[in-house]
Every structure is written in structure tokens, then in C-alpha cells.
Nanobody, 117 residues
Framework: QVQLVESGGGLAQAGGSLRLSCVAS????????GGWYRQAPGKQRELVAA???????NYGDSVKGRVTISRDNAKNTVSLQMNSLKPEDTAVYYC???????????WGQGTQVTVSS
């Protein structure tokens, strides 16, 4: 059974920081692209950041310069450091894993991030 377990969400003030982590119970983690998406009420799910198995990164336009994605293949973990938070960052954040071999896609259950002004 595939599991992606997220942690680190919560309440932060504007200008503050949060770090999200996602641990995958998958042997394919090291051959997968890991990523974070978010969905605010009434909006579509959007890419926050992704990191390939080789470490190439991709960031959503709305968060560039404020977030950093990283991975630790030894711990099957992908993390998202978010700085200079804004109220518009408020959303449910989802961990995502896509096998670069089979293209199978996995999602975490989501973690709420709320940024107060």
C-alpha cells in the first residue's frame, strides 16, 4: 500500500515561515519526481514546486523566490521550505510523487496551511 505522509502544516503569520515534509513508503521514491501542490477554496490545484530524481527543480510563479524544495532519497522524504508567507498562500498542500519510469502518480492526504495577515 502506497502512503505519502505529510507534516508541518499549520498556522503562520504573514512574513513567517513553515516547513512541510512528506515521507513516502515507496521503494520507487529515488526514481520519482517529488512535488508539492496546493488548492485554495474555490480554486484549482496548482503546482508549488517539484524536484526530479536528479535534483532539477521547478517552481510555481506565485512562489518563486520564497520557497525551496529539497529531497532526501535515503529517508524517502521531500520537503518544502516556505518563507515570506502571504495570506494568499493559505491552502491545503498536497505531496505528490510521480514515477519517472511508469508515470504512476501518488498523492498525500493534504495538510492545511493558513497564513494570517
Amino acid at each position: 500500500q502506497v502512503q505519502l505522509v505529510e507534516s508541518g502544516g499549520g498556522l503562520a503569520q504573514a512574513g513567517g515561515s513553515l516547513r512541510l515534509s512528506c515521507v513516502a513508503s515507496l521503494r520507487i521514491f529515488s526514481s520519482s519526481t517529488g512535488g508539492w501542490y496546493r488548492q485554495a477554496p474555490g480554486k484549482q490545484r496548482e503546482l508549488v514546486a517539484a524536484i526530479s530524481r536528479r535534483g532539477s527543480t521547478n517552481y510555481g510563479d506565485s512562489v518563486k523566490g520564497r520557497v525551496t524544495i529539497s529531497r532526501d532519497n535515503a529517508k524517502n522524504t521531500v520537503s518544502l521550505q516556505m518563507n515570506s508567507l502571504k495570506p494568499e498562500d493559505t491552502a491545503v498542500y498536497y505531496c505528490n510523487l510521480v514515477s519517472e519510469i511508469s508515470r504512476s502518480t501518488y498523492w498525500g492526504q493534504g495538510t492545511q496551511v493558513t497564513v494570517s495577515s
